[in-house]
C-alpha cells in the first residue's frame, strides 16, 4: 500500500507543472473535451486553464499561493519520486487553507514521525482520472487513492468538494493542465473522516 502512495506522489509532483492533453479512463470521468489556455498571474500564482510549464518541485515552489504545500510535498520526501503515469485528478491545497487549519497542526504533520500521516493525507487529496470541472456533478462521488471519498457540490459556477470529516472546499483556481492530469486549487485542507486509516 505504502508503494502506491508514492506512485500517486509522483504523479502529483509532475501534474502540477506540466501541460499536455491526456484522455481520462477512469470510473469517475465523464467523456467531454475540454480546451485551456495557459497562463501564469503575475504574482506567480497559476491561473484558470493554465499551466506552470515546470514539475511541481519548481511550480509549488514559484507559486506563491502553494508554498506550504511544496514545503508539505518536501517534507514528506515525495518530491523526489520519480514514476506515476496518471491521468489524475489533484485538489491542491493553498497557504490559506493550512492556515485555517487548528494551531500546531501543519507543524506536527511536519514532523519526521509524522511522515505517514503526511503522505496520506496528501493522498487524500489525489483522485485517479482527469477530471476538469465540466466532468464534475453535482452530488458525484469521488475515490481518493487512498480510498476515501469525496463529494463534489456544484451551485452555478461554485464547485465545492466536501470531504469525509464533513469540511468544505471551494475551487479557487480550476483546470489547471498537466501532462498526466489535472490540478484544482482548493481553499481548504481535505481530510479523511474520523477513524479512517
Known amino acids: 500500500m505504502k508503494k502506491s502512495y508514492f506512485g500517486w506522489a509522483a504523479a502529483f509532483a509532475l501534474l502540477i507543472g506540466t501541460q499536455a492533453a491526456v484522455q481520462a479512463q477512469d470510473q469517475n470521468a465523464v467523456a467531454q473535451p475540454v480546451t485551456t489556455s495557459t497562463a501564469n498571474m503575475p504574482d506567480g500564482t497559476m491561473k484558470l486553464g493554465g499551466s506552470t510549464g515546470k514539475d511541481l518541485a519548481i511550480s509549488a515552489a514559484k507559486s506563491a499561493s502553494h508554498t506550504t504545500l511544496f514545503r508539505a510535498l518536501r517534507v514528506s520526501g515525495l518530491t523526489e519520486q520519480a514514476a506515476g503515469k496518471g491521468p489524475y485528478t489533484v485538489f491542491a491545497p493553498t497557504n490559506e487553507a493550512f492556515d485555517k487549519l ?50 463534489v457540490g456544484r451551485q452555478g459556477d461554485t464547485i465545492t468538494i466536501t470531504d469525509g470529516a464533513g469540511n468544505t472546499a471551494t475551487i479557487n483556481q480550476p483546470d489547471i493542465e498537466a501532462n498526466n492530469g489535472v490540478i484544482h486549487s482548493v481553499d481548504t485542507v481535505l481530510m479523511p473522516a474520523s477513524g479512517s486509516k
Open 102 to 151: 487548528p494551531d500546531g497542526t501543519v507543524s506536527d504533520l511536519f514532523k519526521p514521525a509524522a511522515k505517514n500521516r503526511l503522505v496520506k493525507l496528501l493522498a487524500y487529496h489525489v483522485v485517479r482520472g482527469k477530471l476538469t470541472v465540466d466532468k464534475l456533478q453535482d452530488g458525484q462521488k469521488l475515490k481518493t487513492v487512498t480510498g476515501g471519498t469525496l463529494t
